[in-house]
Each structure stands twice: as C-alpha cells, then as structure tokens.
C-alpha cells in the first residue's frame, strides 16, 4: 500500500515539478512576445497556459500533496528534515498560486494586460523544489539547529486560549 502511495507521490510530484519549470518559460517565450496581442497568438498562448494550468499541473500538485499527507500519517514521520520539508513545499505552493494569479490576469486584461516577468517565479521555483528534495532524498540531521531554538516554540505552553478566541 505505502508503495502504490509513493508511487503515484513521485509520479504526479514529476509533473507538478515540471509544469512549475514549463509554465514560466511559455510565459515568457509565448505571453510576453508582439505576437501574443495577435488574436491568433493570443487564444493559443491562452489554451495552453490556462489548459496547462487546470487540467495538469493543479490536479498533479493536489494529488501529490494528498498522497504526501497520507504518506506522512502512515509511516508517522515527525522528523526535524519533514517538516522542514513541508515548509519549503508551502513556498512552492506560493509560486503556484502567484503563476496562476498571472495567467487569471492575462484573460481578464485580454491582449492589452503586459505579462509581468517570470524568471523570478522559475528562480523561485527551482530553489523551492531543489530544497525539497534534497530534504527528503539527505535527510540531514537537523537536530543540531532545531535545538538552537527558543524553549517557547519547542514545548508546549500549557497556557489556555484567550476566552474570545474560543467558540461557544
Ligand atoms: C505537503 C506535501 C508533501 C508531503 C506531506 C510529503 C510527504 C512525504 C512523505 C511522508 C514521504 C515518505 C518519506 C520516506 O519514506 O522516507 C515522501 C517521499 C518523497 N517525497 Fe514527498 N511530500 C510532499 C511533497 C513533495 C514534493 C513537492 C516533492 C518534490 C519536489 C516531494 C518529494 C518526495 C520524494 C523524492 C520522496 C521519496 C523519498 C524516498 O523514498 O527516499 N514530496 N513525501
């Protein structure tokens, strides 16, 4: 079971990765070229990044964030290196998020919207992915650094939450 699971973790993982480096690259060979305010090159560069976008990468990332979790309950991990790790794939979920915010904005200005530059989403992209998984394929021994932090955000306080904070 645990191995059907990391299976389809890595196999929609590679997608979910590759559409992250792909999608940039049409953006800037395709959505910030003259061609792009042609009314033919405008639906093609919109098919595709919006396609793309739907259809492929967020079901990819969404499966490999399920499969992700599951793994994470099955096999218990509460290593320092894991959550470090969920830490770097909130940054690519980020990423994911601003590139679709860049497409929705390219359909509602239609040919008049000037796409903003994607490098710094692929720069981005690549330094969140590489972290990830050098984390999870090194698991460095993060105890060292983890331990060099303040005792409130190691143990838990014991304190109750303010009255209005809490539902009746
Ligand atoms: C919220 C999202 C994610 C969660 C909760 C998650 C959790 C996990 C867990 C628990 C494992 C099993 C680790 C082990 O058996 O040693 C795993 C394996 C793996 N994950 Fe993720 N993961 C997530 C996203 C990602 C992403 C975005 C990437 C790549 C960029 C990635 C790359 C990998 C790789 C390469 C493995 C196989 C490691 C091995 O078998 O040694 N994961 N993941």
Redo the contacts with the bound molecule.
């Keep these: 079971m ?1 191995a059907l699971i ?1 299976a389809l ?2 196999a929609t ?1 590679a997608l ?2 590759a559409g992250l480096i792909a999608l940039p690259v049409v953006m800037q060979i395709y959505g910030r070229t003259p061609k792009v305010h042609t009314q033919a090159g405008f639906a093609e560069f919109r098919l595709l990044s919006h396609r793309a976008y739907t259809l492929v990468i967020t079901p990819a ?1 969404v499966i ?2 399920t ?3 599951l ?2 309950v ?2 218990g ?1 509460r290593d320092p290196w ?1 959550l470090a ?2 830490g ?3 940054g ?1 979920v980020l990423i994911h998020a601003w590139l679709g915010h860049l497409i929705s904005l390219t359909g509602e200005g239609a040919g008049r919207y000037r796409i903003p530059s994607p490098i710094p989403a692929l720069v981005g992209a690549l330094g ?2 590489g972290l ?2 050098w984390l ?2 090194a ?1 460095p021994e993060l105890a060292p650094l983890t331990d060099q932090l303040p005792d409130w955000l190691l143990h838990p306080r014991g304190r109750e939450l303010p009255s209005d904070l809490v539902p009746i």
């Design positions: 645990i990391k973790h890595l993982l979910w990765c990332a490999t964030i499969a992700g979790s793994l994470f099955l096999e991990l894991m790790k969920l770097a794939v909130a690519m969140f992915m990830t998984l999870v394929l698991k």
